[in-house]
């Protein structure tokens, strides 16, 4: 069984930053894909960035340049820095994971950016 942890969402004014942290059970070496998705209030979720093992980086268009994906395997964590946020990135963010076939997700934390 896979666990994981966001943790680092809170509130910031606009142009602020913030870093989002997904903590895994297990060695994440073994996570073919990880990835942040997002949901904001009466939205769909949306995926925002994502490294695959091979070290391959995705991001939305609307994040490019300012949100960064990167993996620590020696702490079993993802990280996504986020520079110049704006209003509407604000969202519930969502730590994702495949291993093998299999999906899983995180709780998700809040990100709020105040205008």
């Known amino acids: 069984q896979v666990h994981l942890v966001e943790s680092g969402g809170g509130l910031v004014q606009t142009g602020g930053s913030l870093r989002l942290s997904c903590a895994g059970s297990?060695?994440?070496?073994?996570?073919?894909?990880m990835s942040w998705y997002r949901q904001a209030p009466g939205k769909q979720r949306e995926l925002v960035a994502t490294?695959?093992?091979?070290?391959?980086?995705n991001y939305a268009d609307s994040v490019k340049g300012r949100f960064t994906i990167s993996r620590d395997n020696a702490k079993n964590t993802v990280f996504l820095q986020m520079n110049s946020l704006k209003p509407e990135d604000t969202a519930v963010y969502y730590c994702?994971?495949?291993?093998?076939?299999?999906?899983?997700w995180g709780q998700g934390t809040q990100v709020t950016v105040s205008s």
């Open positions: 490294r695959t093992i091979g070290g391959s980086t």
């Open positions: 994702y994971a495949l291993v093998f076939n299999d999906n899983y």
């Open positions: 297990g060695s994440i070496s073994r996570f073919t894909v």
